[in-house]
Every structure is written in structure tokens, then in C-alpha cells.
Nanobody, 129 residues
Framework: QVQLVESGGGSAQAGGSLRLSCVAS???????????LSWFRQAPGKEREGVAV???????NYTESVKGRFTISRDNAKKSLFLQMNSLKPEDTAMYYC????????????????????WGQGTQVTVSS
């Protein structure tokens, strides 16, 4: 059974930084390397939105509001996904989820939540002003 477990959330002051991690278990290494990986977030009272996505070959894409502040990366050997969040703003406050879709490679790897079949349980990020 494939599982994704997020960690690294917490509280930060505006302008601060946090680094989220997402570790996969029960995931075949070859399949993980060929997976599309993404971070999503959901703030109270709002719909879940895509934050960043990374393809099997390292192509990345970000939602406009986090460009230049957040960096998504992956370590296939450790079956891990990361989100480095700098210059945090109060509007970044949300529950953050990682997601994976095996076999979705290259340009088909986009941040549309409908295409992801494996989800973590989420980690809370709270940014105060």
C-alpha cells in the first residue's frame, strides 16, 4: 500500500521560512522515479489549489502567487518530495498536501489535482504577520 507522509509544517512569522517534506512508502523505486509529484494547499473556507509540481525529469511549475518564493524538489533515491518556502506571507496559511501520480511523465505532469491518485494526510502551515 502506497502512502505519502508530510512533515515540516508549523508556525512562522511573515518573511520567515519553512521546509516541507513528503516521504513515500510502499512505493516501488522505479515507479516513484516515473511519477509526477505535486504540492497542493487548502486554506479555511477555500478550495484546494495547486502550489507546485515537478515531473520525473525535473521540470517544475508554480502557481503565480508563490513564484520566486517557493521551490519544489525531489530526491528519488529517498523517495522524497520537498517544498522550500521562503518569504512566507500570512496568505500562505493553509493545510499543505503532497500528491503523486505514477506513470505521468514529461509534459503531461501538470498541477491539476484531478490527475493525482495518491495523497498525503497534510501538514499545517500557519504564518503570522
Amino acid at each position: 500500500q502506497v502512502q505519502l507522509v508530510e512533515s515540516g509544517g508549523g508556525s512562522a512569522q511573515a518573511g520567515g521560512s519553512l521546509r516541507l517534506s513528503c516521504v513515500a512508502s510502499g512505493y516501488d523505486g522505479s515507479s516513484y522515479r516515473r511519477s509526477c509529484l505535486s504540492w497542493f494547499r487548502q486554506a479555511p473556507g477555500k478550495e484546494r489549489e495547486g502550489v507546485a509540481v515537478i515531473s520525473n525529469d525535473g521540470l517544475t511549475n508554480y502557481t503565480e502567487s508563490v513564484k520566486g518564493r517557493f521551490t519544489i524538489s525531489r530526491d528519488n533515491a529517498k523517495k522524497s518530495l520537498f517544498l522550500q518556502m521562503n518569504s512566507l506571507k500570512p496568505e500562505d496559511t493553509a493545510m499543505y498536501y503532497c500528491a503523486a501520480m505514477p506513470g505521468l511523465t514529461g509534459s503531461t505532469c501538470v498541477g491539476n489535482q484531478a490527475i493525482f491518485s495518491i495523497w498525503g494526510q497534510g501538514t499545517q502551515v500557519t504564518v503570522s504577520s
